[in-house]
């Protein structure tokens, strides 16, 4: 980039800086984004495929989890990474729904891309979709319908829709039934659920149908001691986070020993003083303790044989778990232990699961944090597994803390359709088109739904429409039969949250990227990796130009 001054050239940018203006820049932005989206679209529904990624270290990971795709992913070019924002977005604030507001985003883009062709300006194209996507929360809401808390048969309909189609899908029942049941046991009296209290823990070995719901918590360590015994009923439990060990002192000092009468009574008093810590314990009654540092070899010596079951550092998240399972309080110091801080639980055993011990804290009163074991067959199997678990129960308590419902199926991405476009005829002017080309996007869900199930998708979207036309708000696609049917009778519903988030997410990152014409893209340093001029070094694998058909996802 340079100026002109009297005929001397002036630079500007740094040499070997890169610029895209105007409609090019336009262009390269939404292929890049078109790219992304087309790449998780065969994941969608219960006939999407999964993608097997392997990473720059050779580990593998199989999944249809749009967000895990676009994570393991390394996408170089900067509205790409736009779109797995949408993924992350859609992650944290739903768990489910990720690769629909991806392939959403993406679609926005397309239809957009064709109205600037007919010299509709950006700006136009963006007040219209944002029109258009508040109109979409407004239907959405009116569409709603509301499920209550203790509504548990809703609830397993939630969690199965958001696992159909999933690695998961083998033992649905019994998953969906353990994400209903944890949800329900964490959910605050307001409604309030925080997923962070269930814990999941994988091992592989045994199958799908041996994952279990522990009502209190499982630890992935072991007894400190074997003279510990493995199994305490009617635990009293005591949690403490600093180490059982004599402290160092803080300043440096020096003790002169100088007969062997003073070297065994200073050794005498380090043992009385961690035998006194263990009496402590005792004496209030607990017969197993938690602490998250070190427990030394004599305290634990000690401990054993006060048979108190002891397990030494345990994770800071643990422990405050472990406090909301079993109602007792993380002590800071053991100076004064008193009955009501000790925690409850019916057993606290030891197990060894898939070759190693784990410690299952089980029985609580009344568990504020649950745990769930997952197990599976291989590695790849258990991590499929717990991703479909954390969609349903991400879901679930969705579905629990705003209380409402819509349908699956693509049956509310055609009702949303069919009224966009009643609203885009009320609206004058431009912003219309773009009104129209938003009601276009949102088609999308039903089309790739069919294009994956193998259906021709331009009969199905046809169908699709004249069943609402008609009247029927609910009808979606059938995925064994490839005809339309009722998504609320057929059981395929799905939390609100997950379709105005996902319809929120996809317009801001689209009308950003629409809202670019210049992209100035300094070069990389001498010794960056790249040559100015963002070629990549002979036998570097890619040409200057980036790849073919791929063009503007080269380096920038």
């Known amino acids: 980039m340079a100026g002109q001054l009297g005929g001397t050239p002036i630079l500007i940018l740094k040499e070997g800086s890169e610029r895209t203006r ?23 529904g219960p006939k999407g495929m999964d993608k097997m990624l392997v990473d720059s270290m050779g580990d593998v990971v ?35 729904g990720t ?174 003083m961690l035998k006194s810590m263990v009496d402590k314990v005792t004496e209030s009654g607990a017969n197993v303790l938690f602490c998250q540092k070190g427990i030394d070899d004599l305290a634990q010596h000690y401990l054993a044989k006060a048979g108190v079951m002891a397990v030494r550092r345990v994770k800071e998240s643990d422990m405050k778990k472990l ?55 291989t590695e790849h199997v258990v991590d499929e597994l717990e991703r479909g678990m954390y969609d349903a129960l991400r879901v679930t308590a969705c579905a629990v803390e705003d209380g409402k419902y819509v349908a699956g199926g693509g049956a509310t991405e055609i009702e949303l359709a069919l009224r966009l476009r009643e609203y885009a005829a009320t609206v004058g002017g431009r912003e219309q088109l773009a009104i129209q080309a938003f009601a276009d996007a949102v088609e999308v869900i039903p089309r790739a739904l069919a294009e994956n199930a193998g259906l021709d998708p331009i009969d199905v979207l046809v169908a699709l429409r004249s069943e609402h036309e008609s009247g029927n708000k609910y009808a979606g696609l059938d995925m064994t039969k490839g005809e339309p049917a009722d998504m609320i009778k057929a059981s395929v519903i799905e939390p609100l949250r997950i379709k105005t988030q996902a319809i929120s997410s996809a317009t801001e990152s689209a009308t950003m990227i629409l809202r670019i014409d210049d992209v100035i893209a300094s070069s990389a340093q001498p010794g960056g990796g790249m040559p100015p001029g963002g070629g990549m070094p002979p036998g570097g694998g890619m040409p200057p130009g980036g790849m073919g058909g791929m063009e503007g996802m080269g380096e920038y």
Do not use: W
């Not at 105007?22 to 065969?42: F, M, P």
């Not at 989890?65 to 944290?92: F, R, S, Y």
């Open 99 to 272: 690769t629909s507001a991806v392939v959403i985003g993406g679609e926005l883009l397309k239809r957009a891309e064709d109205l600037l062709e007919q010299e509709v300006h950006p700006t136009l194209i963006v007040t219209g979709y944002r029109l258009a996507a508040e109109k979409a929360y407004e239907v959405l809401k009116k569409m709603a319908k509301t499920v209550k808390p203790d509504d548990t048969k809703t609830l397993k309909k939630i969690a199965t829709t958001s696992m159909t189609g999933k690695g998961a899908e083998v033992a649905r029942e019994l998953l969906t039934n353990l994400a209903v049941e944890s949800v329900r046991a964490i959910a605050e009296p307001g409604g309030r659920v925080d997923t962070d209290h269930i814990k999941l823990e994988k091992k592989t070995g045994g199958s799908k149908d041996d994952t279990v719901l522990i009502k209190g918590m499982l630890i992935d360590k072991e007894r400190v001691h074997s003279g510990m015994p493995k199994l305490v009923e009617d635990a009293k439990i005591v949690l403490i986070n600093t180490a059982m060990e004599i402290e160092k002192t803080e300043v440096d000092a020096k003790i002169e020993i100088t007969s062997p009468d003073q070297m065994k009574a200073f050794l005498d008093e380090e043992e009385n």
């Open 62 to 96: 199989i999944t249809n989890d749009g967000a895990t795709i676009l994570k393991e992913m390394d996408i170089e070019h900067p509205a790409a990474k736009m779109m797995v924002e949408i993924a992350k977005t859609q992650d944290n604030e739903v768990g489910d």
């Open 323 to 377: 406090a909301s399972a079993t109602g007792g309080k993380v002590l800071t110091t053991l100076e004064e232990i008193r009955a009501d801080d000790l925690g409850y639980a019916g057993t606290v055993e030891e197990k060894k699961i898939g070759g190693d011990e784990m410690i299952f804290v089980e029985n609580c009163q009344n568990p504020k944090s649950v745990s769930i074991l997952l197990r599976g067959g």
């Open 22 to 44: 105007g409609k090019d820049a336009q262009s390269r932005n939404i292929l890049a984004a078109k790219t992304i989206a087309n790449s998780v679209k065969s994941t969608l």
